[in-house]
């Protein structure tokens, strides 16, 4: 019957087996696995959003130059390395001279945009502007001097996500967001 104080059947030894470890593990690998992917996917869409305000604020600080120094600023990109950088006309030897460091873009993010078919902010064409000027008043123009509002740097990501920085012919600087079919200013 019972002897001391086991009861019949039970051996005393405690712990789990090791098939029970293995089942425990394996259906935690599986739950983390379902929570890595979007977690990933929400880092990037925040490290996209970042690139597009970095974008704005280089946009801002080459507007800026142009006015602080009374001459032509750019910012321009370079879009096969995926980085920008201001540059500043010097009136002494006729050319734009780069005053500020290069800044890239995030690993994974490019100046692309894509299958997006409609412009963002005031763009009357969707395109790239590879190289932006400001006017000593800060104001963006083409290649001829002419203002010009069909500024748009455009980023996109590895889940399709779609950003821009767009900078009106009034030099007001926009940021936008593309989504269901349209952007949304940001």
């Given amino acids: 019957m019972f002897s001391g104080s086991r009861a019949a059947g039970v051996t005393g030894e405690r712990g789990f087996a090791l098939v029970e470890v293995a089942v425990a593990l394996g259906i935690s690998c599986v739950l983390f696995s379902f929570a890595v992917l979007p977690l990933r996917q929400t880092i990037q869409g925040y490290r996209l959003a970042a690139d597009a305000r970095a974008v704005s604020s280089q946009l801002a600080l080459a507007k800026m130059s142009a006015v602080a120094d009374f001459t032509q600023a750019q910012l321009a990109v370079d879009l096969t390395r ?30 692309s945009f894509g299958s997006v078919a409609v412009p963002a902010g005031q763009q009357a064409t969707l395109q790239q502007t590879p190289t932006i000027t400001f006017n000593s008043r800060g104001i963006p123009i083409d290649s001829t001097g002419t203002p010009t509002s069909d500024c748009s740097l455009n980023l996109t990501d590895n889940n399709g996500s779609y950003w821009a920085a767009t900078i009106s012919a009034a030099g007001q600087i926009g940021v936008w967001q593309y989504s269901n079919g349209g952007w949304i200013a940001r």
């Fill in 82 to 111: 995926q980085t920008l950088q201001i540059k500043v006309y010097d009136k002494t030897n006729g050319q734009f001279a780069t005053t500020r460091g290069v800044f890239s873009l995030s690993e994974g993010d490019s100046f």
